[in-house]
């Protein structure tokens, strides 16, 4: 069992950045590759980004691309998610996840492949 907990979500104006923290305990972070999500007011959840195991592969969903950047310390079991240049389309609830298999090989974007969950953190941007 992975669980996880969101931080760092707030409000900030359009332009703006923050740094979302996911805390990881129980099982060994650093062998499962973590993803962010996002689920706007009257949509979908959908995903944002994902780093493997290892850190070595990134993938990240073409509206947040080179305005998002994801990194992981396994030295602290944490996942954080920079968010530069924030747009009003960017409000959501933010989670972290954890693949539900260990040590995977490629990253997916697919969030029936998390099978661990944190609780969400709510970030508003005010254009």
């Known amino acids: 069992q992975v669980q996880l907990v969101e931080s760092g979500g707030g409000l900030v104006q359009a332009g703006g950045s923050l740094r979302l923290s996911c805390a990881a305990s129980?099982?060994?972070?650093?062998?499962?590759?973590m993803g962010w999500f996002r689920q706007a007011p009257g949509k979908e959840r959908e995903f944002v980004t994902a780093i493997s195991w290892t850190g070595a592969s990134i993938y990240y969903a073409d509206s947040v691309k080179g305005r998002f950047t994801i990194s992981r310390d396994n030295g602290k079991n944490t996942v954080y998610l920079q968010m530069n240049s924030l747009k009003a389309e960017d409000k959501a609830v933010y989670y972290c996840a954890a693949d539900n298999r260990q040590r995977r090989t490629v990253v997916v974007p697919n969030q029936r492949e998390y099978g661990y969950w944190g609780q969400g953190t709510q970030v508003t941007v005010s254009s």
């Open positions: 129980g099982r060994t972070f650093s062998n499962y590759a």
